[in-house]
Every structure is written in C-alpha cells, then in structure tokens.
C-alpha cells in the first residue's frame, strides 16, 4: 500500500491538472470577491464578501480532476498492471482517495491563500472570531475532502476517462441544484399574510393586508419532512458548500461530523463496488 500510495503521490506532483485546478480556483476567488465590494457586502467581513464561495466551485474542480487522474490509469491500462504486480483492489481504490483528499487539502489550500492575500491588501479585514474563522476552514477542508470521495466513487466505475469525468461533473451539478432547492424549502416563513382584491381601474391586484392575521405557509415543511431536509442540508457536501458560502454555519461539530460520516459512508460503497467491477 506504501508503495502504490507513493507512486501515486509521486503523479500527483507532477500532475498539470494539479496546478491548473489550484489557479484557477485562486483566480475565481479573487474574481467573487471583487465582484462583492458593492452593495451591502462592502461593509461587511470577508467571510460575507465570498470567500467561502469557493466551496461551491470545489465539487466541481474535484470531480474534473479525479476523472483525469484516475481515468488515466484507466485508459493506460495501469490498474491492470498493479493487479498483476500483487496489488488489490482496496489498496488501488485507497490509494486514489487519499490522493483525491491531498488533492481537495491543496484546492482548498489555494483558494483561501488567493482570497485571504487579495483581501487584506485590500484592506478587508474578517469579522469572525478566531474560533468561528478556524471553524470555517476546518469545515471547507472537510466537506472538500467529501467531495472528493464522491468524486472517486464516480471515477472508479467508470473504465471510460471521458465518461468518468461527464457523469461525476453531472453529479456535482445535480447536488449542488438540489442543495438550492433544500436551501429554498427551509427558508420558508412558517406563516404567509392573506392577500385581498384590490381593483385599480379595469385592472384587478392582491395584495397582502396587514389587518388580517397570518395563515399557515403551505409550502413550509414540517414534521418527517423538515427532518430529513435539515438531515440532508448538513450531510451533503454540496449543501455543506452552500452554508460556507452563505456564512450561516452557526455550530462546526455536526458539520465535520457528517464530512466524516459521508466520507466513510461513500469510501465503504466505492471499495464494495471496485471489487465487484470487471477490470479489462
């Protein structure tokens, strides 16, 4: 294992996809947070002034770079090769998420780096505590390195690099779509205002009437259904990203809890499912 995680670590240095995926993480970091010195945004810490916004870029990043590095050894028949040479598929799909969590550590790494450089030579400063800053960055770590399981997980079941790369990336879109619609569902007002008719000319308009009380929101989720939602929201990573980017995490335990537990969790079915795939 020792061996094939070096060999392994040894291509990642000396991966392009590696630094391309780092810079231009930095450069659209530093992008979104010129883009959020206007408005209300001016006046607040950097952690509101997207500099948390990479972790919504991250998935995507890692899910292109995992199609590449692992889809290589794919196409250049070098899994075949560390089956023949006594190693097993564990180690192999071990040896991929360890790279993969290095490779979302150095994505991370970059994109904070870019951000916190642009910022303070901008003369922006964070709000956040030390704690609460500590925090953040454990959690973007953590839910980067659950990503980047997934990621392997899509990769590694797919021989086709091409394919790997198209179905990961879709995955990651599909997650991030569906952390915006969790996002939408819980912040729902429990109760809405009741609208009236009002008749202005030929044209006939509702609006809301402060006199009358507040009615039951229908679309406000409760019971099993807002449990699962708040489930969901702190265990997907890209629901996870989206909390980061919005800076409303309030408590970082549960956070790097769920990382963890969706790491083991997606690890667990990506060695079940590499030892039962067929390697030609």
């Known amino acids: 294992m020792r061996t094939l995680f070096s060999a392994d670590l040894y291509r990642l240095v000396r991966s392009k996809s590696l630094y391309v995926g780092m810079l231009c993480l930095a450069l659209m970091e530093v992008w979104l947070m010129k883009n959020s010195a206007q408005g209300s945004n001016a ?3 950097m952690e509101r002034q997207n500099f948390f916004s990479f972790n919504m870029l991250l998935p995507f990043a890692i899910a292109a770079f995992c199609g590449l590095f692992i889809g290589a050894d794919f196409s250049h028949g070098t899994i075949r090769n560390k089956l023949i040479s006594g190693h097993t598929k564990g180690q192999i799909y071990l040896s991929h998420a360890l790279s993969s969590a290095i490779t979302a550590v150095c994505f991370c790494a970059a994109a904070m780096a870019a951000g916190a450089v642009y910022g303070l030579a901008d003369g ?6 030390s704690e609460a800053l500590l925090g953040y960055i454990l959690c973007s770590l953590a839910s980067g390195i659950a990503s980047s399981a997934l990621a392997v997980l899509a990769a590694t079941l797919f ?6 790369i198209i179905v990961s990336l879709v995955i990651a879109f599909v997650l991030m779509c569906g952390a915006q619609i969790i996002n939408n569902s819980l912040s729902q007002s429990e109760t809405i205002p009741q609208f009236t008719e009002q008749q202005v000319g030929s044209i006939t308009m509702y609006a809301a009437d402060p006199t009358l009380p507040e009615v039951p929101n229908p679309d406000y989720p409760t019971g099993a259904e807002r449990a699962v939602l708040e489930f969901l929201w702190d265990f997907i990573p890209a629901c996870q990203a989206t909390q980061l980017t919005m800076a409303t995490v309030e408590s970082y335990g549960p956070l790097l809890l769920f990382s963890a537990l969706f790491l083991v969790l997606t690890t667990g079915a990506g060695l079940l499912l590499f030892q039962k795939k067929d390697i030609k």
């Open 43 to 45: 006046v607040q810490g």
């Open 124 to 129: 922006r400063v964070f709000t956040l505590g």
């Open 159 to 164: 021989s086709n690099r091409s394919v790997g």
